[in-house]
């Protein structure tokens, strides 16, 4: 049995994040979780991530397997406490410098940390994690998925579905809320495929996945986050690409703010971007 060890550390997250990557460096062979008290204090150390972790590798051939935790999730708890910055590392990605996700179930973010160990290369794993996922009921795996599973890049509908006339597109905790709506409204005809992995972005797994909807004319790109946020501006032209058609859009406006303070007009949103996701 190997250390656990858990420090609590001062809110200066430049410095901590830094002394984390160095220590990454000295100690490759440990497995080193950096978690956000909440994803938006990733600001704080906004200069490591770009001068260092996501660009180490292209610069100095220094390699980190270092792993971001950041609690990312619209929960109406208002601006600072909602977004983890995930365009900002989507933004940062290319040439297979960083490992972006922003995963739905239990098993994918235990076999997530097991690959950071058993692979013979290193590199930054940075994920997107909403509190409310630990405490919420639709969030389980079965056991065998621990066991005899595999990380999934990509997991397709849960249904089949093969008469859907939409598929839409989604990442992290927005997805229990579009199957909750559609469960709940009886819809038949909406396929959901979720994103676990942004980037590197498996397509030959999302090809795969899409094969299962054959006769699906719409296809929608459904997040928590405004417009000028999130995984949208990253993931829009890929999909494009990927299917030689449009890809609509159900989410928040684009806003200044990752947030609004207002719990109520929260709700209202969520609520509008779900009902657009299955229907319009």
């Known amino acids: 049995q190997g250390d656990f060890r858990i420090y609590?550390?001062?809110?200066?997250?430049?410095?901590?994040?830094?002394?984390?990557?160095?220590?990454?460096?000295?100690?490759?062979?440990?497995?080193?979780?950096?978690?956000?008290?909440?994803?938006?204090?990733?600001n704080g150390a906004q200069v490591i991530i770009d001068q260092f972790i996501?660009?180490?590798?292209?610069?100095?051939?220094?390699?980190?397997?270092?792993?971001?935790?950041?609690?990312?999730?619209?929960?109406?708890?208002?601006?600072?406490?909602?977004?983890?910055?995930?365009?900002?590392?989507?933004?940062?990605?290319?040439?297979?410098?960083?490992?972006?996700?922003?995963?739905t179930t239990p098993a994918n973010l235990f076999h997530a940390l097991r690959?950071?160990?058993?692979?013979?290369?290193?590199?930054?794993?940075?994920?997107?994690?909403?509190?409310?996922?630990?405490?919420?009921?639709?969030?389980t795996s079965a056991l065998d998925d621990f066991t005899d599973g595999e990380f999934r890049e990509i997991i397709p509908d849960t249904l089949g579905m093969q008469s859907a006339k939409r598929v839409v597109f989604c990442t992290g905790k927005v997805y229990f809320d579009l199957e909750e709506y559609r469960e709940k409204n009886n819809i038949d005809d909406a396929a959901i495929v979720r994103i676990e992995q942004h980037y590197p972005l498996h397509e030959p797994k999302l090809r795969e996945a899409l094969k299962r909807h054959p006769r699906?004319?719409?296809?929608?790109?459904?997040?928590?986050?405004?417009?000028?946020?999130?995984?949208?501006?990253?993931?829009?032209?890929?999909?494009?690409?990927?299917?030689?058609?449009e890809i609509g859009y159900a989410g928040r406006d684009a806003s200044a703010s990752p947030a609004t303070g207002s719990r109520a007009i929260h709700q209202l949103e969520q609520a509008k971007l779900i009902e657009e996701a299955v229907t319009l």
């Open 8 to 42: 609590n550390s001062p809110l200066t997250e430049a410095a901590v994040l830094g002394f984390e990557f160095g220590y990454t460096l000295d100690y490759p062979n440990m497995l080193l979780l950096w978690e956000a008290q909440f994803g938006d204090f990733a």
């Open 216 to 245: 699906a004319k719409r296809f929608i790109w459904c997040q928590e986050e405004s417009e000028n946020m999130g995984a949208w501006f990253f993931m829009e032209p890929r999909l494009r690409r990927l299917l030689g058609r």
């Open 54 to 103: 996501t660009s180490s590798e292209s610069k100095w051939n220094e390699t980190s397997n270092i792993v971001l935790l950041l609690p990312h999730g619209y929960e109406g708890q208002g601006p600072e406490h909602s977004s983890g910055r995930l365009e900002r590392f989507l933004q940062a990605c290319a040439e297979d410098n960083i490992q972006v996700g922003n995963l």
């Open 115 to 139: 690959r950071q160990v058993h692979r013979p290369f290193n590199k930054p794993l940075v994920l997107m994690t909403p509190k409310s996922l630990l405490r919420d009921p639709r969030c």
